[in-house]
């Protein structure tokens, strides 16, 4: 089940990055569960990580890895190697020097991840048996095998391409990630890998991606729970004949922005393969005193499940979007200014129901498979935008049944 | 369906406290949906109110009227008069007037109180007609009607009787609550009524309220939804043979805690009857650095969708309560210091897995129905409990079909 699920688009090669997938056997299915990321030379790697105070132990020596110039990415779904102590520290050294004993360099220039039940150990000796047909699969043409090979929960995989002229010269951006459960990234993101053959220095391709999950992957939410494992990896190989890209040029601004849309695409991909989801709310607070009062305001009506069961059932029942409103913490905020509405519909104005508001027309717009929640605070000019899904008897299936 | 729901106890009159019902029409049920209290004059009351920003007009009129001497509470169940705007605040009135107009008295005497459909106008001549009904009805033996009228989605009625001996003389306590839906108190509670037959001083008897409320409402949630109408009411009648209670002395700390008792053990009720729950979960974190840090913790657990379905399902995936904890914003907190407890199974130690713990022992715990997460942070001395309850179909259900 998805939201307005769109087929996996074309993803032209990037040069310079190299992709290798094949099945270890770590999810017990057929399905590919390892995928290795192999970058030019030339490669600048930024990446952001969990927040979360129990990081899994790939994140944290992803973390230390970053910036010995990484040139590779050993990627598992079907296992999180989170909450596996010390033990899982080695485990993760393990397969990063398991993957260079193949392919040469040195393991301090693996970044692993890892997604999938948390607490139990990672099964090394299926990867290190895996690894040497995935460095045989290493092709630049291999982006949906990919985007699939990190599925977890997901029911469709996740890819956007764009392509941007600098100074005359194409540049691409390939990006894919997967998540549909225990989403509420936190000042990172989940799992996204993002290439581009842009030529861009380290510190600065580390200013574009954090800005871009800022807005992107920090916006969404399907259950306010923030996983352990949520990285975001943004490759640049630099084999592209744009120029060099240098801070505060026109060509920082235009990479900037495609990232940031390739970013927000991703990530709301994410929402609408949010598990169990029926549709997609778009929250939009505006009027607010400060962007983090917006989101705020956004992310209580996004968690409230009361709202997200109300969304399920189609029921414009806009008392409990006030309430939650309500509720955020807000100080001083006065009913009386608050507008709220349903695309274009106005429902509350001046402390109550509007008066021009009609059940039927509310109705209209929640028979919607998305919606936009308008909420106007009537206390300054900021605004800011998250995206959520509903809450529905899947939800409580998948998550009940699966073991995270 | 409720988890452990015991038979309605034997509430005995409380001297002085006078209870009306009548069905009123507002619910289109043939349950009672109107109650009235009258307290004799020498009572004294105090109160607590939901801090949601958007509270109910009933709720902002109440606080008005609680420091005027009040002699009534006015109650309707199917209609929170919540979003309302002007017209609620006229309405309230309207109904605090109508009272009066039969029972003689001011109406600023009387406390109204509302729980039902947020956004929809209070039928006040339904109350109106009603009125003269409920005030005959009146008499001291009426609790377990009491109790009734003020259910909505409450699968049963909640009532907790206790009695202490003040200097030879018996002083008892009643007290009711209703509640299984947008729950999650702050700072006050949901809808309960607490009367005694104690004498004591106003300032005094919302000291115990107050005191009582934070360590027995606040510490419970359902769904994380704060009410618009939260309301927690304790009259004392003054009528017992026992002397007045005065500050600081023996009995101040008597009936203090036995205040604390009554209002925990309907808190516990209200989890009990939590919208389609089937599992109790007492949440206790321990060995914290304060008495915030530790509810932080225990709520961001006890709100996880995650945790909850797994609680619905049995299935003790002790990952999900980790990534909780690890999320709950706790500063410079260190996994290796983390324990964490099923009952008495320890399942975390040392940052990972323990190495005693065993899937059949954790299995064990998780087929009951009553559960006890025990979280130790080891940062210091302090420790809090949160109740709360699992996440099953039947919450989706609940909210999917109910208009709140």
Redesign the interface.
Known sequence: MAVGQTDFPNMPPISGIQIGTTNAGIKQTVRDDLLIFQFSETATCAAVFT?????AAPVVLARENLLQSPRWLLINSGN?N???????MVDARQTCDDLVQITGGKMQQVLPFSTG???QSLPVEKIKNALPKAVSNLAENNWENAARAIMTTDTFPKGVSKEISLNGETITINGISKGA??I?P?MATMLSFIATDAKISQPLLQQCLSNATELSFNRITV??????NDACVLMASGCSNAPQILAGSENHTLFSAAILDVAKALAELIVRDGEGATKLMRIVVSEASSDAEAVQVAKTIA????VK??F??S?P????I???????G?VE?E?EK?RLYLDDVCI?R????AADYTEEAGQAVMNQAEIQIGVKLGRGDFSQTVLTCD???D???I???Y??
Chains 1, 2 share one sequence.
């Open positions: 927040q979360n105070a129990f990081c999180a989170a909450g596996t102590g010390e033990q899982g039940v948390i607490g459960g225990m509420q936190n259950d306010g729970d923030t996983s352990t968690h409230s499940p009361l069961t109300a399920f059932a029921d029942n806009w008392g409990r006030l309430a939650a409103v309500g509720r955020a807000v905020m009913l608050i509350v001046d402390g109550g129901r809450f529905s008897y939800y409580v299936k998550n009940a049944e073991r995270t």
